[in-house]
């Protein structure tokens, strides 16, 4: 609770915590990966990094299938950015080092015979059935829709939120993901969060965070 943390050990002794002398919690141990298993990182302007199994989109917002179990609803204005193909390393660390260039316009990258292609320009809002995102390259004035299906990713260049919420905890759950919450608590059954930039989460009891990290 908002007072400190009731801690009982093996032996059936109890003790409670104040929450400023609580670093990290880990609810949970981390499950065994599939190295198989392919995912795409959606990171929101938050600094929360969603690990999704699929993204879904609409005009005005997206939704994930969470490679921990479940989904979550954001609007497209939250995006920071997405890696599709987030699981080889090779092409999470590329994308790292493009996002880290200095440029002052959105960023499409498309792969092309395993080369990854980036182009600057200007993002758009999904169409109406989620399918394709509209691109203007810089230097241009032609807007082309480019399907979702063809896109390694996409990052948004952005003003920083200036109503972002202090961040209290990296909350990782089992699927990888890592949520900046502005809040987070234990009702008795189930864990939940709010991240800094509003987002809601409920982790389901037999699914808890692996590590609460507060330090």
Avoid: C, Y
Wanted: net charge negative.
């Amino acid at each position: 609770d908002a007072q400190g943390i009731a801690w009982k050990d093996a032996a059936g002794g109890e003790s409670r915590h104040p929450l400023d002398q609580v670093a990290r919690l880990d609810p949970s141990p981390a499950p065994a990966r599939n190295p198989a298993e392919a995912w795409s990182d959606v990171e929101l302007t938050d600094g929360s990094i969603l690990r999704a199994t699929r993204v879904m989109f609409a005009k005005d917002s997206a939704k994930a299938e969470l490679a921990g179990g479940g989904e979550i609803s954001f609007p497209i204005g939250s995006i920071q950015n997405i890696l599709f193909p987030a699981h080889r390393e090779d092409w999470r660390k590329d994308w790292t080092t493009r996002l880290a260039q200095k440029r002052r316009k959105d960023i499409l990258a498309i792969l092309r015979q395993d080369a990854v292609h980036a182009l600057e320009g200007t993002l758009g809002e999904p169409d109406a059935e989620g399918k394709a995102i509209p691109f203007t390259p810089a230097g241009t004035d032609r807007t082309v829709p480019v399907p979702f299906g063809n896109i390694h990713g996409i990052g948004f260049e952005r003003l920083p939120d200036a109503g972002l919420a202090p961040v209290a905890a990296r909350v990782t759950d089992a699927g990888g993901s890592v949520w900046l919450a502005a809040e987070a608590g234990f009702d008795g059954t189930r864990w939940a969060l709010k991240t800094s930039g509003g987002i809601t989460k409920a982790f389901p009891p037999e699914k808890p965070p692996v590590r609460i990290d507060m330090s």
